[in-house]
């Protein structure tokens, strides 16, 4: 007999769900199960529906005490996103509170204050060396059928720090002044939020699900490494043109990731790659 699947979320039920570096208020509308792993479609409370979409279980935090102050420290952390997302929802909600208004006027005032500041194309440019190391990694995975070793002996957490200590040794002002560990904070949160939904080929997410399994609990950059961290700046930008923010801190923020680009591409060491071949029992599980 099988049994029925257990899901960490139910339908209707109220959650938080990152979208960028924030936490939002959000409802479960439906779920399903995508190459075993569980899939949440999510509507964000006050967005237009067409902001909905489907997630997995890192991007999903049950709605109770500690995990809604974990929500009011991230809107500290970046206090311009917070204040612009409230801008837009404002004239939305006033909109469908006067029935006096035409569904024209309406409409147009939905779709103004539900959606993020779109910038035209955000640009990451990866070097050359890295670049190498994508290819590589695709071969491996997708052609070759290898798994990268997962947990990491190095972990995107480790490659974090290892970066904010090397910022300290050559430029002691700008480390001190916070900057730094913002850009890393702002990239660990990424990480951990694009992972599952953005950061992994079809032939990984079995192992994917195992991992949550075994490792509920833990952030996954506390557990992947640098192969996946460098698929994240593949899609970085496409995640930031979505994300609230000014044109000078997104300048910023992107000379922040190029410097941290550099920085890999010219430390050999933390640029040592593990894969296994997948064995058979894996192989049958794709089927």
């Known amino acids: 007999q099988i049994m029925p699947t257990k899901y960490k979320y139910g339908e209707g039920e109220r959650v938080l769900c ?10 479960v509308v439906k779920i399903q199960l995508k190459d075993k792993v569980p899939q949440f479609m999510i509507h964000y409370n006050g967005w237009s529906r ?14 109770n005490d500690v ?6 420290e991230l809107q500290g952390l970046h206090p311009d996103k917070q204040r612009k997302a409230k801008k837009k929802e404002k004239p939305r909600k006033e909109a469908e509170a006067s029935s006096r208004r035409s569904s024209k006027r309406m409409k147009q005032e939905q779709q103004e204050s539900t959606e993020p500041n779109h910038h035209q194309e955000v640009k990451i440019v990866i070097p050359e060396e890295l670049k190498k190391h994508l290819v590589d990694d695709w071969d491996f995975v997708t052609r070759q059928k290898q798994l990268v070793r997962v947990p990491k002996s190095v972990t995107v957490r480790n490659i974090l720090k290892r970066y904010e200590q090397h910022v300290a040794t050559i430029d ?3 480390s001190k002044s916070g900057q730094i560990e913002e850009i890393c904070d702002g990239l660990l949160e990424y990480f951990n939020v694009m992972l599952g939904s953005q950061l992994l080929y079809k032939f990984e997410r079995p192992q994917y699900a195992e991992i949550l399994q075994s490792h509920p609990d833990k952030p996954m950059a506390d557990l992947y490494g640098i192969e996946h961290l460098l698929r994240l700046f ?9 994300t609230p923010m000014d044109e000078s801190s997104l300048s910023l923020l992107l000379s922040h990731v190029h410097d941290f680009l550099r920085f890999l591409e010219t430390t050999p060491d933390l640029l040592c790659v593990e894969y296994d071949t997948a064995p058979q029992e894996y192989h049958r599980r794709m089927t």
């Open 18 to 27: 990152y979208h960028g570096p924030l936490l939002y208020e959000a409802k």
């Open 172 to 174: 002691a002002e700008k």
């Open 234 to 242: 593949v899609r970085l930008g496409n995640m930031l043109a979505t």
């Open 50 to 63: 067409s902001w909905d979409e489907w997630v997995d279980e890192s991007r999903v935090l049950k709605f």
């Open 67 to 72: 995990n809604v102050q974990k929500q009011q």
